[in-house]
């Protein structure tokens, strides 16, 4: 599983009405809330980069000291303090979780900037792209979670010469594969808008977003190599800085390049654009002037076989999940079109709202992919048995406050998007649907994560697949063909169930992870 990262182009439902309103087909929203919420989150954004970055500072000067113009550095051992294990869990989670839920409000914020327009050819052409963004997307993330899930473990072993040739190998075959990819995309632009659905009213619009969203692939690419590589040396809070900069950027330039200037769908590509690149500039000064193991130099661009069926094994299927969270959106609103376009924008508001408890369980999730990999790597088994255990209980424990929370005020928050009284009650069942079994889906979220961590590749596979994928879909016909409409409804809920048992199940097979010593 991956990160879901900031960007995503505008949603086709979320159309701009007169008088400056988000509008669904017979729905309104009142977007003054969102401009005050923008504006406050942006500037208490600016403010927390602003600690973070006096933190780090004073982190990194307590970590060495000079010796005329020599600086000592701390052992190896010193990159995670393990004696206060949780702790260190939390302090690699907890910036995770924050730039994920920067990503719900980035989301929200380039809706309303492009539903401004009130042009809705061009909020069409900018959603056609999003499976553009989610394949580059997808292509980061070979490289940046395989590649961290070996770096951890290199760590683990102390091998740092090791780690310096797996980190430049990623960040060159990640550049070289954003060129060549930007040369396809640009090569076939018109036959793959074509597929991507654009009509001759949406065309110029889609092909201006998609030319500089091409023109920009490696800089995407990039972007997600280092938030990852720089996390496993610890540097948690940095990737976090470097992610909400590149945010806070885009967010200040989608209004002026979009209405501003005038540049419409070309204007937000070039504003994600340029997000992207001075968060790449932020890393790579990162790398050389606070990194004592990752590397960027030409000269250490070579990996092993072994190595290189790591980094892809557990890459190909960190990137497998983003797909497949795409096509179970596409299957579910298949099977909820014959209902109605009203159930099928229920249940997109419904996703956005679950999102809040989703991204929360990623983020914890996530954040002990370094920690994971290191221990595994340096065989402290014990460590890792102890760790596992505390994250297992954690994330159930929060899961089912989080369930709670948002099933008991799910019409109320449903209420917040829409006024209709039969598309509120429509979408608090669907919300409730999708978090009662939150608990189950943060057990196959750590258990993916764990796996990747630590180079399993074919439990990380068949986990990759299964939530969001083969379980998913199976569920979905069994459900349907029992319950009819309440059955597409039930079929995650189901998904979960199964798939936190096949986790546990794999989980007692690799016993190795947490077998002791």
């Given at each position: 599983m991956q990160r879901p990262h900031r960007k995503a182009p505008a949603r086709a439902f979320c159309c701009s009405g007169p008088g400056g309103k988000f509008q669904l087909p017979g729905q309104r929203f009142q977007t003054g809330w969102v401009t005050n919420f923008l504006h406050e989150f942006t500037s208490f954004l600016l403010f927390h980069c602003a600690i973070c970055l006096c933190h780090v500072s004073q982190t990194n000067a307590s970590k060495t000291f000079i010796i005329g113009t020599k600086v000592e550095e701390k052992p190896m051992d010193s990159i995670f303090d393990l004696d206060h294990l949780y702790r260190t869990y939390f302090k690699m989670a907890l910036p995770s979780v924050f730039g994920l839920m920067v990503s719900v409000v980035y989301n929200l914020a380039d809706t309303f900037f492009i539903a401004q327009s009130n042009d809705t050819a061009l909020i069409a052409g900018v959603s056609l792209c999003a499976p553009v963004f989610t394949a580059l997307m997808a292509f980061g993330n070979i490289y940046g979670q395989g590649g961290s899930s070996l770096i951890s473990r290199l760590l683990g072993q102390d091998d740092r010469e090791g780690t310096g040739r797996v980190s430049s190998f990623c960040f060159y075959v990640a550049l070289t594969t954003g060129v060549v990819l930007a040369a396809l995309m640009m090569l076939f632009r018109v036959p793959l808008l074509g597929i991507l659905g654009a009509t001759a009213e949406t065309m110029p619009h889609a092909q201006a977003y998609y030319t500089v969203l091409a023109i920009g692939a490696p800089a995407t690419v990039l972007n997600f190599i280092h938030s990852n590589l720089v996390r496993c040396e610890g540097m948690a809070t940095q990737s976090m800085i470097g992610s909400i900069g590149g945010t806070v950027i885009n967010i200040i330039l989608d209004p002026i390049l979009i209405t501003t200037v005038g540049w419409g769908a070309r204007g937000a590509a070039i504003a994600t654009i340029v997000g992207y690149l001075c968060s790449d500039l932020y890393f790579l000064w990162l790398l050389h002037k606070k990194s004592r193991c990752l590397s960027v130099k030409l000269s250490q661009c070579h990996v092993t076989g072994r190595e290189l069926q790591q980094i892809l094994g557990v890459g190909v299927t960190a990137a497998l999940s983003n797909l497949m969270q795409s096509l179970t959106v596409i299957v579910m609103n298949q099977f909820l079109l014959p209902y109605g376009n009203d159930k099928i924008a229920a249940m997109g508001i419904a996703s956005k709202v679950s999102m809040i408890a989703q991204l929360v369980l990623v983020g914890f999730s996530f954040g002990g992919i370094p920690l994971f990999g290191y221990l595994y790597g340096a065989k402290k088994r014990d460590v890792m048995r102890k760790l596992i255990r505390f994250c297992l209980t954690f994330l159930v424990s929060i899961a089912v406050v989080l369930s709670l929370i948002l099933c008991l005020n799910s019409g109320a928050l449903m209420r917040l998007f829409v006024q209709d009284?039969?598309?509120?009650?429509?979408?608090?069942?669907?919300?409730?649907?999708?978090?009662?079994?939150?608990?189950?889906?943060?057990?196959?979220?750590?258990?993916?994560?764990?796996?990747?961590?630590?180079?399993?590749?074919?439990?990380?596979?068949?986990?990759?697949?299964?939530?969001?994928?083969?379980?998913?879909?199976?569920?979905?016909?069994?459900?349907?063909?029992?319950?009819?409409?309440?059955?597409?409804?039930?079929?995650?809920?189901?998904?979960?169930?199964?798939?936190?048992?096949?986790?546990?199940?794999l989980l007692a097979a690799n016993h190795d992870i947490i077998a002791k010593q």
């Open positions: 009284a039969g598309m509120i009650a429509t979408g608090a069942q669907m919300l409730r649907w999708q978090v009662c079994t939150a608990a189950f889906g943060g057990v196959v979220l750590l258990l993916t994560v764990l796996f990747q961590a630590t180079g399993k590749i074919i439990p990380s596979f068949l986990l990759s697949i299964s939530r969001q994928g083969v379980v998913f879909l199976l569920a979905l016909v069994v459900c349907v063909h029992l319950f009819q409409y309440q059955g597409v409804l039930m079929a995650q809920a189901v998904a979960d169930i199964l798939s936190a048992a096949l986790a546990l199940g």
